[in-house]
């Protein structure tokens, strides 16, 4: 019987079991390393999270902090763990800043092998703001973070009060906070006034109250500069120091006037 010429003859190779072959067992040993690498990294506890340093805290209970911060080490992969490798920074901080609204700023810090190092930057009063017949106190954003009573402490109003406030909302823009005590500094610097009282009108005028009982009438959307320019001018050529106490108000949000009022006899 003669063979077709067209017909081809296949060899069947045998598998080899994946046992014998050599990636397999490069696999399994890559596996056993990353595992051993992996269990030495979240559960041997010679790294685990023992030790918490708060630093910066001035009005802030630094063991709550420290208790917080431990709390937030503590991770579950199928068994507990505190490993400082599985500890994120950045919930940390955020969970402290909800916590703390007096907080302005947060770093934390891992220091190899166990240990947590935790720097904050508390907010600093610059003003109280009154509001539904409460005191706050106010930073230099605005924010409000602490209810107190009231202090001898420039006060802020607003003739648009919403009554209901919360700590940790912005009272105020950041750009009204530095009008208002760029011109507390100024009045103090200038002439030696004391501003014991801020009225913002529709962000449209503020109207400073003296330590002397008598008003000054800004415009926050104007040189402010200028206007206490106008109003240290006003002071010295114009209002003898032994009448300043007579004043009922200067105001200087206008060009290059600024008119003032004496009370009248009787007021």
Same mark, same amino acid.
């Given at each position: 019987?003669?063979?077709?010429?067209?017909?081809?003859?296949?060899?069947?190779?045998?598998?080899?079991?994946?046992?014998?072959?050599?990636?397999?067992?490069?696999?399994?040993?890559f596996l056993i390393i990353t595992g051993g690498f992996l269990y030495l990294l979240l559960?041997?506890?010679?790294?685990?999270?023992?030790?918490?340093?708060?630093?910066?805290?001035?009005?802030?209970?630094?063991?709550?902090?420290?208790?917080?911060?431990?709390?937030?080490?503590?991770?579950?992969?199928?068994?507990?763990?505190?490993?400082?490798?599985?500890? @994120? /920074?950045?919930?940390?901080?955020?969970?402290?800043?909800?916590?703390?609204?007096?907080? %302005?700023?947060?770093? $934390? &810090?891992? !220091?190899?092998?166990?240990?947590?190092?935790?720097?904050?930057?508390?907010?600093?009063?610059?003003?109280?703001?009154?509001?539904?017949?409460?005191?706050?106190?106010?930073?230099?954003?605005?924010?409000?973070?602490?209810?107190?009573?009231?202090?001898?402490?420039?006060?802020?109003?607003?003739?648009?009060?919403?009554?209901?406030?919360?700590?940790?909302?912005?009272?105020?823009?950041?750009?009204?906070?530095?009008?208002?005590?760029?011109?507390?500094? @100024? /009045?103090?610097?200038?002439?030696?006034?004391?501003?014991?009282?801020?009225?913002?009108? %529709?962000?449209?005028? $503020? &109207?400073? !109250?003296?330590?002397?009982?008598?008003?000054?009438?800004?415009?926050?959307?104007?040189?402010?500069?200028?206007?206490?320019?106008?109003?240290?001018?006003?002071?010295?050529?114009?209002?003898?120091?032994?009448?300043?106490?007579?004043?009922?108000?200067?105001?200087?949000?206008f060009g290059n006037l600024a008119p003032y009022r004496y009370r009248q006899i009787g007021?």
């Open positions: 019987m003669k063979k077709n010429p067209l017909r081809k003859t296949f060899k069947i190779k045998k598998k080899v079991p994946l046992y014998k072959r050599k990636g397999f067992w490069f696999f399994l040993l559960f041997f506890k010679y790294f685990w999270v023992s030790s918490v340093d708060v630093r910066g805290t001035q009005t802030i209970n630094s063991a709550n902090v420290a208790e917080v911060i431990g709390r937030g080490a503590e991770n579950r992969f199928l068994f507990a763990s505190r490993s400082i490798f599985a500890y @994120s /920074v950045t919930n940390g901080e955020n969970e402290l800043k909800k916590m703390y609204p007096a907080i %302005e700023g947060v770093t $934390i &810090t891992k !220091k190899l092998p166990n240990a947590l190092m935790v720097n904050i930057r508390e907010r600093s009063a610059v003003a109280l703001w009154f509001s539904g017949q409460r005191f706050y106190k106010i930073d230099k954003f605005g924010i409000i973070f602490e209810e107190t009573s009231q202090e001898d402490r420039l006060l802020i109003k607003s003739s648009q009060d919403k009554k209901t406030v919360r700590i940790g909302d912005q009272a105020i823009k950041e750009e009204m906070v530095e009008v208002i005590t760029k011109i507390e500094r @100024s /009045v103090k610097r200038d002439s030696g006034l004391i501003a014991i009282e801020a009225l913002i009108e %529709e962000d449209k005028q $503020i &109207t400073i !109250k003296t330590a002397d009982g008598w008003d000054i009438y800004f415009d926050p959307k104007s040189d402010i500069g200028w206007q206490l320019t106008k109003l240290k001018a006003v002071l010295e050529k114009q209002v003898p120091v032994d009448r300043r106490g007579d004043l009922e108000y200067i105001d200087v949000r007021d």
